[in-house]
C-alpha cells in the first residue's frame, strides 16, 4: 500500500495578504505613500536650480556622496533607486491585477449602456500609465543621456536639464506627465487614506484638501523647472 507522504501547507501571511483585494489595496497604497515622500523631496531639489548651475550641480554631486564615509561613494542613492523601483513595481502590480479582478468581476452586459468606472478610476488608469510611460522617458533623457538631446554632459545636470526644455517636445511631454502626476495624487492620496483607515467622516474634509493642496504644490513645482527655461528665467 503506497503512503500518502504529501503535507498540508497553509500559505504563509504574505501570501495570503496579497492575494487578497484589501492586501493588493494596501500594498499600493503604501507604495503609493513612499513615492509621494519621494517626489516632495526631489521637488525640492528640483528647485535649486533658479540658485544656478554651482548650486544644482553641486546639489547633484552630494547626492552621489552622501551618507560618506559610511556608506561608499553611489551606495545611499542606490539604495534609494532600489526602494522607489520596488515600490514603483508593486504600486503598478497591484493596481494591474485589481483592475483586472475589478473587469472580471462585472457582469457580462447591463441593460442600458452606462459608464461603470468613475472620471476619478480612469483618470488614475490613464495617469498611471502616462507617469510609466513618463519614467523611462526621463531616465533615458537625464539619467543615462539616452534620449537627451544637445549632447549629455556627465556630471553637469543643470545644462543637461536646460538642453532638455529647450526643446518643444521636452516640454510637452514633461507638462502633461506633470499635468497627469497631480490628478493621480490628488485622487490618490484620498485612496490610500481610505485604505490605511485614516480616512473619517471627521477627517474627509481635511484629508481631501490636503490632497488638493499636496497635488498642486507639487505640480506647481514641477513644471515650474521647464517654464524657467522656456522663458529664460533659467538658461
Not at 128 to 140: A, D, K, M, N, Y
Amino acid at each position: 500500500m503506497a503512503l500518502d507522504t504529501r503535507t498540508d501547507r497553509r500559505p504563509s501571511f504574505a501570501g495570503l495578504l496579497w492575494g487578497s483585494t484589501v492586501g493588493k489595496k494596501t500594498v499600493m497604497a503604501v507604495s503609493g505613500l513612499v513615492m509621494l515622500l519621494y517626489l516632495v523631496v526631489h521637488m525640492l531639489g528640483n528647485l535649486k536650480i533658479f540658485f544656478g548651475a554651482d548650486e544644482f550641480n553641486g546639489y547633484a554631486h552630494w547626492l552621489r556622496v552622501v551618507g560618506e564615509p559610511f556608506m561608499h561613494d553611489e551606495w545611499t542613492l542606490w539604495l534609494v533607486r532600489v526602494v522607489l523601483v520596488a515600490a514603483v513595481v508593486a504600486h503598478a502590480t497591484s493596481a494591474y491585477q485589481l483592475s483586472r479582478r475589478g473587469i472580471k468581476a462585472r457582469p457580462g452586459k447591463y441593460v442600458h449602456k452606462k459608464a461603470r468606472t468613475s472620471y476619478a478610476t480612469r483618470t488614475m488608469r490613464w495617469g498611471g500609465i502616462i507617469l510609466g510611460l513618463f519614467i523611462v522617458w526621463h531616465l533615458l533623457d537625464l539619467t543615462t543621456g539616452t534620449v537627451h538631446t544637445g549632447g549629455f554632459q556627465e556630471g553637469r545636470p543643470y545644462q543637461n536639464v536646460v538642453d532638455t526644455f529647450s526643446t518643444w517636445y521636452g516640454n510637452v511631454i514633461y507638462l502633461v506627465a506633470m499635468l497627469a502626476l497631480g490628478l493621480h495624487i490628488r485622487h490618490g492620496f484620498w485612496s490610500a487614506a481610505q485604505t490605511l483607515g485614516v480616512g473619517s467622516r471627521a477627517r474627509e474634509r481635511l484629508l481631501k484638501t490636503l490632497a488638493q493642496v499636496l497635488a498642486l504644490v507639487l505640480t506647481v513645482g514641477f513644471v515650474s523647472v521647464p517654464v524657467a527655461v522656456m522663458t529664460g528665467v533659467v538658461s
